[in-house]
């Protein structure tokens, strides 16, 4: 079906007003995580308070407010622009480069909020035509990654799931991944990678079957309480061996495969043993990584931690050296 869109300006005083009274919300399901830097928002509103042009933003109209008499208007596209203004209006953003706005006169304050912001308006349209239009305008403009792409087509059991256990083991993931990397939700990613492997109760390529596994348990995941403690103890009993930050296993693809393993062991580990297990085998891997791979399984391994790492046969071979070195 045709979209009978329309563009207009719309200044930034009124945009921040329809925020503020709830009149332009955002729709968390299809929309990304923000996934700019300190840095990147400062950049943003230098461009505002320079009078240089940004990209257009895009709305659609929602529900009509029958009781309030209004209308309820969504941001298809240009979240982190809009909450990066409203944030900066409200004092709500860590600068260090540009002067915040309780800092500028009265002039630049009214030159900032009368910068006229380019807004296409879809109209009412279904939620169908709305990702399509987002999906289309990120694969263009900002290459959403795997786990990107499917948030925004899904949000049932399974993904839910992924995304509770990753944000409470959110200093794990800074510590593994780093913060940029938690804003394009690779710690979602990840939890799904283990969630899918032991559903599928075998290793398997990339991202091959994580979306099987998101669409077949969207609906209803009969098996989300087991699995959500299932993975729950495997991350407390990696947090209890408060392993040094400059383990091995701080390493992405090797802790996904020793959590993976752990998720796989009906016997509780004591956590002392296996912190002495895991610190005698990063010993043994330092002392053989230079080895030849063909015929010392120890500088496979490692090798194996730098190289192919999202591959079936690393991860295959990852899981059985752990389950032999670590976790006999």
Same mark, same amino acid.
């Given at each position: ?9 719309? =200044? #930034?005083? +009124?945009?921040? *007003? ?7 919300? /955002?729709?968390?399901? %299809? ?100 990702? =399509? #239009?987002? +999906?289309?305008? *990120? ?7 795997? /786990?990107?792409?499917? %948030? ?177």
């Amino acid at each position: 079906m045709r979209i009978n869109w329309s563009s207009t300006n719309m =200044n #930034i005083i +009124d945009i921040y *007003n329809q925020m503020k009274n709830g009149e332009l919300l /955002t729709r968390p399901y %299809y929309q990304r995580r923000l996934v700019w830097t300190n840095a990147d928002k400062e950049k943003f509103i230098d461009t505002i308070l320079q009078g240089l042009p940004f990209p257009e933003v895009y709305l659609c109209q929602g529900e009509l407010d029958t009781e309030n008499l209004k209308t309820v208007y969504y941001v298809v596209d240009g979240q982190q622009r809009l909450t990066t203004i409203r944030n900066y209006i409200e004092g709500n953003l860590t600068i260090k480069t540009i002067p915040s706005y309780k800092d500028l006169n009265k002039e630049q304050q009214a030159e900032f909020v009368n910068y006229p912001v380019v807004v296409r308006q879809l109209g009412k349209i279904s939620d169908e035509n709305i990702k =399509n #239009i987002f +999906d289309r305008l *990120n694969k263009t403009d900002y290459t959403l990654n795997a /786990t990107e792409l499917i %948030y925004a087509q899904y949000q049932g059991e399974y993904i839910t799931t992924a995304r509770q256990l990753a944000s409470e083991h959110a200093e794990f993931f800074e510590k593994t991944i780093g913060e940029k990397s938690i804003n394009r939700m690779v710690d979602i990613s990840f939890v799904l990678q283990i969630m899918s492997t032991l559903e599928n109760r075998i290793y398997f390529s990339g991202d091959r079957e994580v979306e099987r596994f998101v669409d077949i348990y969207n609906e209803v995941y009969e098996n989300k309480i087991y699995m959500y403690n299932l993975i729950k103890n495997a991350f407390n009993l990696f947090d209890e061996i408060n392993l040094p930050l400059d383990s091995l296993f701080y390493k992405k693809s090797a802790s996904f495969s020793l959590l993976t393993e752990l998720c796989k062991i009906e016997n509780r580990i004591d956590c002392n043993i296996l912190k002495e297990k895991i610190f005698n085998f990063e010993q043994m891997l330092l002392e053989n990584k230079e080895k030849d791979i063909e015929t010392n399984e120890l500088a496979k391994f490692y090798i194996y931690l730098y190289q192919g790492t999202a591959s079936k046969t690393a991860r295959d071979y990852r899981g059985e050296i752990i389950r032999k070195y670590i976790l006999n």
